[in-house]
């Protein structure tokens, strides 16, 4: 068997990079947008806090479910037809999001960004891995991964200043705008590369995609990565206003532009690292790092602002590092023939993961009298224990396929395991 990599030029790659990374970055912001407009959405609609968590939920929900689905056809159309499909049902129903007039219609609004944006998210793995070989794929991953962290960290504080000068509907006109652009850019940028399967057959394609042990230790570890930094994510404005003392206005936006800009420093040489060092071994430093800031930023004090941005650097750093080695990892333990239902299913997993890493932490986390948040170091030590469980699963995974780890270019299939037939057990 052999990887398929489409070559493309030094410009129009790093082109395609910055569109991919841009779709991703408005997919997960779409959902982190969400969090701090409880309150306006609560008393507009009159409706609970339970109610609330569902239009939070659904997102992920959908968004899982379609993954799912997305697994028997994606790798029946080629991969820029399929995103720009997506994108724009994606960009239509952050309208539809901005213009509903109840929270049911709101509801069925977010059901459908989900779909159409975990679908398009998947599309966004699954392009890196067609256009970047291997020996370069872990500095693009880390680019397009490095989406999340960041949409994590300012899709908070935007929903905060936006939602307080023009009201909760226009963070919605406002990500619908921006995707409208990006959905411009992606039809001019993104190259028009042959990647339909011919003669594909649904049901078996998933039936390979789902059985294969080396595909199933890659679904865990991807499931997995997310799980740690669902789990503080949610509750880490809240802590830095009510526990660390940091105004909301001025000060909590200064710490996350000063955490942005740390991650968009280290994204580069994380990545560079991803392609030269062994994966494994990089994904278990960084989550020693990890581990040891989630220690302090869990159990903070009132602190000045710089520490507390100090702090919130050092977080976002760790948190999105350890995506590079990972994920890319991940991406190297599937064939292109598989590789857009296989990361259609990975994205659905950890959709899935991350909406219960987030109701896990409302669980664990709530206000004592004082009105400071109680629980939260419980919710760090669990998130410490998947950072953990993170490496371990990685330490799996490269047991059973070495390739995915090694920075060595060379065919990265050369010791993969074939696809079993039916009735071949592990």
């Keep these: 068997m052999s990887q398929t990599s489409h070559g493309l030029s030094p410009s129009r790659e790093r082109a395609t990079l910055l569109t991919l990374a841009a779709v991703q970055f408005t997919h997960i912001l779409d959902f982190m947008i969400m969090m701090p407009l409880g309150a306006q959405l609560m008393r507009a609609f009159n409706i609970t806090p339970a109610q609330f968590t569902y239009l939070?939920?659904?997102?992920?929900?959908?968004?899982?479910?379609?993954?799912f689905a997305g697994g028997f056809v994606l790798d029946r159309f080629d991969r820029k037809r399929s995103l720009l499909f997506l994108y724009t049902g994606?960009?239509?129903s952050t309208v539809a999001c901005g213009l509903a007039p109840t929270h049911h219609w709101l509801l069925a609004a977010r059901l459908a960004a989900g779909a159409f944006g975990g679908l398009a998210g998947s599309m966004v793995s699954a392009m890196v891995g067609d256009i970047i070989p291997p020996a370069r794929r872990g500095r693009a991953m880390s680019l397009v991964m490095a989406a999340f962290p960041i949409a994590s960290v300012l899709g908070v504080p935007a929903g905060l200043i936006l939602a307080g000068k023009f009201g909760w509907h226009s963070a919605f006109f406002l990500l619908a705008g921006l995707a409208a652009?990006?959905?411009?850019?992606?039809?001019?940028?993104?190259?028009?590369?042959?990647t339909a399967v011919h003669d594909h057959q649904p049901w078996r394609q998933m039936r390979e995609i789902m059985s294969h042990r080396i595909h199933l230790r890659a679904f865990a570890l991807s499931s997995v990565l997310i799980i740690g930094g669902g789990m503080l994510v949610p509750f880490l404005a809240p802590t830095f206003i009510t526990n660390v003392g940091l105004d909301e206005k001025v000060?909590?936006?200064?710490?996350?532009?000063?955490?942005?800009?740390?991650?968009?420093?280290?994204?580069?040489?994380?990545?560079?690292?991803?392609?030269?060092?062994?994966?494994l071994k990089l994904l278990a430093v960084i989550s020693t790092a990890g581990v040891i800031v989630v220690l302090i930023i869990t159990r903070l004090g009132p602190s000045s602002l710089t520490f507390a941005a100090t702090m919130m650097a050092l977080f976002m750093v760790t948190m999105s590092g350890r995506f590079s080695p990972a994920m890319t990892m991940v991406a190297n333990a599937v064939e292109a023939r598989y590789r857009g239902g296989f990361m259609s299913v990975s994205n659905a997993l950890q959709q899935a993961a991350s909406g219960l890493a987030n109701i896990g932490a409302g669980l664990l986390v709530s206000f004592d009298p004082a009105g400071r948040l109680v629980g939260y170091p419980t919710a760090g030590n669990i998130s410490i224990f998947f950072f953990v469980l993170t490496v371990v699963l990685a330490a799996n995974l490269r047991a059973a396929a070495p390739h995915v780890a090694m920075p060595a270019p060379g065919n990265p299939f050369g010791t993969r395991e074939q696809p079993r037939r039916r009735g071949e057990s592990c």
């Design 90 to 92: 994606f960009a239509l």
């Design 181 to 194: 652009l990006v959905l411009i850019l992606a039809s001019l940028a993104l190259p028009p590369i042959r």
């Design 56 to 67: 939070v939920a659904s997102y992920g929900l959908a968004a899982a479910i379609s993954g």
């Design 251 to 279: 000060q909590l936006p200064i710490a996350y532009a000063v955490g942005g800009l740390a991650t968009a420093l280290s994204t580069p040489l994380i990545g560079w690292l991803s392609d030269h060092v062994d994966r």
